[in-house]
């Protein structure tokens, strides 16, 4: 769910949320792209090979942005796909695609109130009347808004994450006009993996739009961190809460961009980031359910009011986006990375065979792209790494007391560079999907680390998720 923001610009009067509206508005952007496609087509007949690659890149990066403004009008699953694609697409689409879909905006427009108490009183019926409802918006998303409220007899603040009214039953239309629009306007290639992503994401987003289940996941987490004081999750009120609506307490605090935070003294700063990157660590050594969402909306930095007996808290919202991961892949990333831990070459070889046992792309790869492999998840997993076994650390990574300073690694841009000279397959360049959801939630855990300029110990971090030697 997105921060709050300036709701200045004026609401939404409409929502279309039928599949006729919806097919018109997507029937109406393709129409014009496939027009401007032959425009330039014809255009570009007399120019040379090297005239025409530029001005084909430059076209195309022009008719991807008009596709995005589109899309960005409908709000619902449509933008949400197209986050999604943007979020995991990289290894199979356009570099111009995948910079355009990044700009979908789902946080600028809120829906009028006279939506939203419509959509309330379907799903809470007369209980409406027990609350006292915000009528401005704290958050607003792709699929829903979210609306402080205060309940009249014992006075405690709640929020209510509404759905927007038809959303869920757009889902399947919306991939499919979505796909459609992709096939007709050519700016997509139609490959496997992207018929495969587009299953992934009909699940996930069927997953999403049934609050039941975020219901049930919240509550999980709540139970797990419950004894934690580090970390808070809000209550669920399920006397209030539908598949279309979720009723929770209202949990304030910060943006991790806050200026609040950049204050912090570093010894507060770094127990954020261990906390942070705790949960991911658990999510792979214990759980085998992760939040596969990095966006920074979904957390708030709760800060301690008397930091000398009280700890700051990373409070955690949404868990829409939550996915469950099997013990085979679990136990590929564990060995990944426990192999990372020591920076041990012959134990990185050794999770790439294992993990080729079962995934098809472990098993079709060469050695020599094995061998670029293991490098680069050496390199990926340095952050985690012993610096008494990783004599590959740069030296300004690490401070006198031995602690990984993040925002001065550049490690993102060192993995993408070898990852670029080392991609000397089509295969290399395509992992498994689900691999690909954990590589996306290191990338959100390498960013927030990096904006929050946290440091952090290996030995702190994996102590209790291995059993090895540590000398």
């Known amino acids: 769910m997105a921060n709050p923001q300036n709701y200045d610009n004026q609401p939404l009067e409409q929502l279309k949320t039928s599949a006729l509206d919806r097919r ?45 403004d589109e899309l960005g009008k409908l709000k619902g699953s449509v933008v949400k796909i197209g986050q999604m694609l943007a979020l995991y697409g990289e290894h199979f689409l356009p570099p111009e695609i995948t910079e355009a879909l990044q700009t979908l905006n789902s946080q600028t427009t809120a829906f009028s109130w006279s939506i939203i108490e419509s959509a309330l009183q379907t799903e809470l019926g007369d209980t409406i009347h027990e609350f006292d409802i915000d009528h401005t918006p704290i958050g607003t998303a792709s699929l829903s808004q979210v609306h402080r409220a205060v309940h009249k007899a014992t006075g405690e603040q709640v929020v209510f994450k509404v759905q927007y009214p038809n959303i869920a039953d757009a889902v399947d239309s ?150 469950q991961f099997d013990d085979n892949l679990l136990l590929i990333a564990r060995n990944l990375l426990l192999a990372g831990v020591f920076h041990d070459r012959s134990k990185m070889r050794q999770a790439i065979e294992q993990a080729g046992k079962h995934f098809e792309f472990f098993a079709n790869l060469s050695d020599s792209v094995k061998n670029d492999m293991v490098e680069l998840c050496l390199l990926a997993s340095e952050p985690f790494s012993l610096p008494s076994h990783n004599p590959t650390i740069p030296p300004n990574v690490l401070d006198v007391h031995g602690n990984y300073i993040w925002a001065e690694s550049d490690l993102h841009n060192r993995v993408i560079k070898l990852a670029s000279k080392s991609a000397t397959s089509k295969a290399f360049s395509v992992p498994p999907k689900e691999l690909m959801f954990i590589s996306r939630k290191f990338i959100g855990a390498y960013t927030f680390m990096t904006v929050l300029d946290a440091r952090t110990k290996a030995h702190d971090l994996m102590a209790t998720f291995t059993s090895e030697d540590w000398t």
Not at 31 to 38: D, F, K, Q, S, V
Not at 210 to 237: C, H, K, M, W
Not at 294 to 319: E, K, S
Request: hydrophobic share 40%; net charge negative; charged share 25%.
């Open 174 to 323: 919306d991939l499919d006009l979505f796909r459609q629009l992709l096939k007709v306007t050519n700016v997509v290639p139609q490959t496997r993996q992207l018929d495969d992503w587009f299953e992934e994401i009909r699940d996930l987003l069927h997953h999403e739009v049934n609050y039941l289940l975020e219901a049930d996941t919240t509550e999980l987490f709540f139970q797990r961190f419950v004894g934690d004081s580090r970390y808070v999750v809000p209550r669920i009120l399920k006397a209030y809460s539908t598949d279309r609506l979720l009723c929770m307490t209202y949990e304030d605090g910060v943006s991790i961009l806050d200026e609040q935070v950049f204050a912090l003294p570093q010894e507060r700063r770094n127990a954020i980031g261990q906390a942070s990157i705790e949960i991911m660590l658990r999510e792979i050594f214990e759980w085998g359910d992760m939040q596969t969402d990095p966006n920074f909306g979904n957390y708030l930095i709760r800060l301690a009011q008397q930091p000398d007996t009280q700890l700051d808290q990373l409070v955690l919202l949404d868990f829409g986006a939550i996915r």
């Open 24 to 68: 018109l508005s997507i029937a109406k952007a393709s129409l014009n792209i496939g027009r401007r496609w032959a425009t330039n087509s014809a255009f570009g007949l007399f120019k040379s090979k090297e005239e025409k690659a530029v001005q084909k890149q430059a076209f195309m990066r022009e008719q991807v942005q008009y596709l995005v």
